[in-house]
């Protein structure tokens, strides 16, 4: 069964910064595409990042220029380097691949920025 492993969340000050890592495993298959959504309390699930195949990168309009996403195809693994941390990012982060065409999710991981 795959699974996608999320880490590098945590708590972290307004300014600061976090790096989260998502890797798939259980396959022998590569997850042509990898990215980061994420859902804050009350509202709907929202695209962070997300990279395809080559250099195929989309951000959502709150990631860009502070958010950075690569993705190390050799480690079925995706990664969000997350700069200038502001209160309004604070929200539960999930890891998504598409392996075969099937999409699969991650459990979340909490980020929260607060003073």
């Known amino acids: 069964q795959v699974q996608l492993v999320e880490s590098g969340g945590g708590l972290v000050q307004p300014g600061g910064s976090l790096r989260l890592s998502c890797v798939a495993r259980g396959t022998i298959y590569s997850a042509n595409t990898m990215g980061w959504y994420r859902q804050a309390p009350g509202k709907e699930r929202e695209l962070v990042a997300v990279r395809g195949v080559g250099a195929n990168t989309r951000y959502g309009d709150s990631a860009k220029d502070r958010f950075s996403i690569s993705k190390d195809n050799a480690k079925n693994a995706v990664y969000l380097q997350m700069d200038n941390l502001r209160l309004e990012d604070t929200a539960v982060y999930y890891c998504?691949?598409?392996?075969?065409?099937?999409?699969?999710w991650g459990q979340g991981i909490q980020v929260t920025v607060s003073s």
């Open positions: 998504k691949a598409i392996i075969r065409g099937h999409d699969i």
